[in-house]
């Protein structure tokens, strides 16, 4: 089962700024964890800074992976060509964001990408990725029980 993380700009910064919202963990270390304890799942990780960037890793991945878990950063809050890509592909996708954006600045309260992903998951911390993750290897396995190909 194929799962990747996607991260948009500025998340390269994990645990070297702004530790009292985004913590103080780089997300490199906290990937590798999650790798060793979700031996089941073929993890992918893949950041950007560029928009673009982001709309063609969501266009190839969403083809070939079994669910998608997407913090776009600033993005969320601006990118309808985000919202697109999210919407247009097969794979599920999951919105996760490590600080709570509803008790922050208002421009942060409104996602373009909620409506045309799964769920979304806010406030957590890096843990808000792992629970994803979790989440989307249950979807996949129910979904393939159904199928019959389990
Ligand atoms: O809480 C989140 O995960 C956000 O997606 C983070 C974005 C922000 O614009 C969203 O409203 C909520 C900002 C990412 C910036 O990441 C940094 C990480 C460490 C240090 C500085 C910035």
Redesign the pocket.
């Known amino acids: 089962m194929k799962i990747l993380i996607i991260n948009g ?3 390269n ?2 645990g ?3 530790p009292e919202i ?1 913590g103080a963990r780089p997300f490199d270390d906290f990937f590798r964890e999650m790798q060793a304890q979700l031996r089941h799942v073929s993890l992918e990780y893949f950041q950007s800074n560029h928009e673009g960037a982001l709309l063609d890793k969501l266009h190839e991945a969403g083809f070939d992976a079994d669910g998608i878990v997407l ?4 993005l ?2 601006t990118s309808v060509a985000l919202a697109d890509a999210v919407a247009a592909i097969p794979a599920p996708v999951v919105e ?4 709570n ?1 509803h008790s ?1 600045e208002p421009f ?1 309260h409104h996602s373009y990408l909620a409506a045309t992903c799964e769920g979304s998951i ?1 406030g957590l911390g890096l843990e808000g990725y792992r629970l994803a993750v979790e989440w989307l290897s249950r979807r996949v396995h129910i979904s393939r029980k159904l199928e019959g190909n389990e």
């Open positions: 700009p500025n998340l910064l994990l070297r700024r702004e985004y913090n776009a950063g600033a969320t809050h996760v964001h490590i600080s954006v922050r942060r806010v």
